[in-house]
């Protein structure tokens, strides 16, 4: 699994930000499948099925403001 997050901050004031992020990841997965009652496998993969994502999974807003 692998994830990379980026973002960019505004400046609305002397003491007011605005933060907007984002975050995309990818996870790669193999694997056999096998049937419980029988034991054989359901699939027709020679060694072992292969699944994989790149998805968004995190964003937002953020809002901060500087007190002193």
Do not use: C, H, W
Not at 2 to 25: C, E, H, K, M, P
Not at 38 to 48: I, N, P, Q
């Amino acid at each position: 699994m692998i994830g990379v997050t980026g973002g960019y901050q505004f400046q609305l004031s002397d003491r007011l930000n605005l933060d907007i992020y984002a975050t995309i990841g990818s996870s790669q997965g193999f694997y056999k499948g096998y049937d419980r009652s029988t034991g054989k496998r359901y699939d027709s993969a020679e060694k072992f099925n292969k699944s994989g994502e790149i998805i968004p999974y995190r964003g937002g807003i953020m809002i901060s403001y500087k007190l002193k």
